[in-house]
């Protein structure tokens, strides 16, 4: 079994940054592309970003795209997202997802592990 595991939420200044990381258990983490997605009260989960399995291929949504960064360390377990530029729409849960089993990298259905999610608050 996978668990996902996030850090680095908190409070920041718009313009700040943060960094997000998600730590999986499991032997096989190294097989399985990862993503991010984020989350508000009332709203469905978003898209931010994709990693493929190898690191070598990456996958933004336009909204975050040239201000997020993700990343992969197969060796250590780990996916981070650096966070830059943010802005006060960027407030949300974040969660980490792995293994898109089927479907598009992009759509929430498509993943078979999930995080609990970090807080990520941006004020203005």
């Known amino acids: 079994q996978v668990q996902l595991v996030e850090s680095g939420g908190g409070l920041v200044q718009a313009g700040g940054s943060l960094r997000l990381s998600c730590a999986a258990s499991?032997?096989?983490?190294?097989?399985?592309?990862m993503a991010w997605f984020r989350q508000t009260p009332g709203k469905e989960r978003e898209f931010v970003a994709a990693?493929?399995?190898?690191?070598?291929?990456?996958y933004y949504a336009d909204s975050v795209k040239g201000r997020f960064t993700i990343s992969r360390d197969n060796a250590k377990k780990v996916v981070d997202l650096r966070m830059n530029s943010l802005k006060p729409e960027d407030t949300a849960v974040y969660i980490c997802?792995?293994?898109?089993?089927?479907?598009?990298?992009?759509?929430?259905?498509?993943?078979?592990?999930w995080g609990q999610g970090t807080q990520v608050t941006v004020s203005s």
């Open positions: 997802a792995g293994d898109p089993f089927s479907g598009p990298y992009y759509s929430s259905k498509s993943y078979r592990y």
């Open positions: 499991g032997r096989t983490f190294s097989s399985y592309g």
């Open positions: 990693i493929s399995w190898s690191g070598g291929s990456t």
